[in-house]
């Protein structure tokens, strides 16, 4: 489990860091599409570091409702 929190800890900041590019080309461009881009791309690094980091409670709840149902 310690691998798997690992490698959602690297995805997620790999997109954070490729959502704030977007965000820096919008502002050098003015494309939209990079707007929408790093909207959407830090949107899933801060979903996938908050599931990182509350990771063992939500496995733990998942392992309890599957023992008593």
Known sequence: MAAL???LYFLSGLCVIAGAVCIGLF???GSI???G???ILLCF???GLLLSIFFDPIVRAFKDER???
């Open 67 to 69: 023992a008593r149902g």
């Open 27 to 29: 502002f050098h461009n």
């Open 45 to 47: 690094g801060v979903a």
């Open 5 to 7: 929190k690992i490698v």
């Open 37 to 39: 881009s790093g909207a």
């Open 33 to 35: 599409q990079a707007l």
